[in-house]
């Protein structure tokens, strides 16, 4: 996958995880929705993984969801969360109370 607004990378047993959007202080898309579970997935499937360090480039964390792009649902009419079915789910099945579809 080509990560756009977001970074991974491993360092031994440390998988780091950065939001890389900070002109925008890192607000949340469909697009970082669905990189930030490949990041997961790919962290997941390395044995050697034991942690998984999530943080924000520039000088916020994530100010939540995008309004900007919250803007292009409402002109469109309804939402689109402009991800893939074929999302990566991560952990889901390994307990049934925090998987959600």
């Known amino acids: ?4 607004v977001t ?20 607000a ?17 499937a390395d044995p050697a993984v034991r942690v998984i360090v999530v943080t924000g480039a520039g000088r916020g964390f994530c100010a939540g969801a995008d309004a900007r792009a919250l803007e292009g649902h409402v ?12 999302i990566p789910r991560p952990g889901f099945g390994v307990h049934s109370e925090f998987d959600h579809d």
């Open 1 to 4: 996958m080509e990560l756009k």
């Open 7 to 26: 970074r991974f990378e491993v360092d031994g047993p440390v998988a780091i995880i950065t939001l890389n959007r900070p002109e925008r202080l890192n």
């Open 28 to 44: 949340w898309t469909g697009r970082m929705h669905t990189e930030y579970r490949w990041c997961l997935a790919q962290a997941d």
């Open 75 to 86: 002109e469109k009419g309804g939402y689109d969360p402009g991800t893939p079915s074929d």
